[in-house]
């Protein structure tokens, strides 16, 4: 009976190992489907706490979902404050920190506490750890900065439980609430400055008062603006997109306008706000990568690489490419006022302005450079291969890489042509001058700690999408 019984089981357990093998077999060469459908991936994404963050972050899950229908992805939002974010009664340039908005996020991204990161691109250093990559760059938005004039706001259309009700929001609450906080703040013929002046009257900077209290946090909008405008005031002002705004719009406030970065207020749907934009010819040149959204990830993450491949939208790529190899060369930052302007005009001619100025706006460099991208045209440049260039952190697939080898290289050499006509004077200076403004007031940084903040209808840790 035992003989028998070995027999029969030794010639059943081939059978049992090759039903298992072809399970297998049949899953993985079926993209892991299971009565018809794929398996669940699900990947975390880091953001800051800002409703604007929190838009961001948004704008890319809905685009991937939008893209990749038959995945089945799933995606949560694991949002933490930064540096940046913690300190707000200083200007960024006297913190002494790099990475003010990006620290705190990346090391979420190593620990493996999230899966990819999205940044607003001005944010990012133009050199990354070498634990990171910047898997793809979205469509631009307007890189331009624009004016919000004061309005005059009843008391009721300031919610006492402002500050603490966000946290209860999920993202598409915090958003929905910002925007009937900013639609309350109607026009009502506020007067500001000189008697009987009307606020109606404003068409640019120019037509203010003298004396006008103009709120940005930024050196290089002040430095050029500066310069320009002499009579107006320039004021720092910090904090997210609403309270900027709420400090704005007080019936006893001193700021007369501010200044802020034109797509951040159109993400926001708060469009309706602007009062004019500002030209980056002969106002105000705009920062290096503003108004582009990066996402981060871990080097050598394949599998998101290819997921995330299809958002890089190439003529932003180039002009990024561009702007952010010249500030590279220049090594500016924080500390010193960097402007840009980058186009692509129809002869598929890449063109490149910089400015660099001194903190007050005294003294100013200016250059221009253009390059006919050695590439196909841009509108037929199709994903490839992964690039293996040093692209300022950059590892884009696409078929042609000469354009991007032409749009740093484009970026350096103006760098290089303004740096041997005074630019890296004034830098020295700049940095100098920052340097002693800190030691005079030393900050202490607060203690940093790895937080996963609550943005669903209960309490959780994380958003899903």
């Not at 970026?411 to 630019?423: D, Q």
Request: proline letters at 3%.
């Amino acid at each position: 009976n035992l003989i028998n019984r070995f027999c029969v089981y030794f010639s059943i357990f081939p059978c049992y190992i090759t039903s298992l093998f072809s399970f297998f077999v049949f899953n993985m060469t079926n993209d892991c489907k299971f009565n018809g459908k794929s398996a669940e991936k699900c990947f975390k994404i880091g953001s800051r706490t800002s409703t604007l963050a929190l838009t961001q972050t948004q704008i890319v899950i809905d685009k991937l979902n939008e893209i990749h229908k038959d995945m089945n992805l799933k995606f949560s939002i694991v949002s933490m404050e930064t540096i940046g974010d913690q300190i707000l009664d200083k200007e960024l340039s006297k913190i002494g920190e790099k990475n003010l908005f990006t620290k705190e996020l990346e090391i979420a991204l190593k620990l493996k506490h999230v899966d990819m990161v999205v940044h607003s691109l001005k944010d990012l250093p133009t050199i990354l750890d070498d634990h990171f990559e910047l898997a793809a760059v979205l469509e631009r938005e307007s890189p331009l900065d624009c004016v919000i004039l004061r309005n005059t706001v009843p008391n009721e259309a300031k919610p006492n439980d402002w500050t603490t009700s966000c946290n209860q929001l999920n993202v598409n609450d915090l958003k929905e609430k910002s925007t009937e906080v900013c639609n309350n703040f109607k026009t009502n013929g506020l007067k500001n400055g000189a008697p009987g002046f009307h606020m109606s009257k404003v068409n640019d900077l120019k037509d203010l008062p003298t004396g006008s209290v103009i709120g940005t946090s930024s050196l290089r909008r002040i430095a050029q603006l500066k310069r320009k405008y002499p009579h107006l005031k320039f004021e720092n002002v910090r904090g997210n997109l609403n309270t900027r705004l709420r400090k704005l719009d007080e019936p006893n406030g001193k700021y007369s306008a501010l200044i802020l970065a034109e797509s951040g207020v159109k993400r926001m749907d708060w469009e309706h706000r602007i009062s004019f934009t500002l030209c980056p010819h002969d106002q105000c040149s705009y920062a290096v990568g503003q108004g582009a959204l990066a996402v981060e990830i871990r080097q050598n993450h394949n599998e998101l690489r290819e997921i995330l491949k299809c958002l890089c939208h190439i003529p932003t790529l180039y002009r990024i490419l561009c702007e952010r190899s010249f500030l590279k060369r220049l090594e500016g930052g924080c500390s010193s006022p960097v402007g840009v302007y980058t186009g692509i005009n129809k002869e598929n001619e890449l063109i490149l302005k910089g400015k660099v100025l001194s903190i007050d706006g005294a003294q100013v460099i200016c250059g221009e450079k253009s390059r006919v991208l050695s590439c196909e045209q841009i509108d037929d440049v199709e994903y490839g291969k992964r690039a293996k260039l040093d692209l300022t952190g950059f590892s884009p697939y696409i078929s042609d890489t000469r354009g991007l080898d032409d749009s740093v290289s484009l970026g350096y050499e103006l760098a290089n042509e303004m740096l041997s006509r005074g630019a890296d004077v004034i830098l020295t200076a700049n940095k100098q001058q920052i340097a002693s403004e800190i030691a005079r007031d030393p900050i202490k940084n607060p203690t940093n700690h790895f937080v996963e903040n609550s943005h669903d209808n209960k309490r959780s840790s994380e958003v899903t999408a």
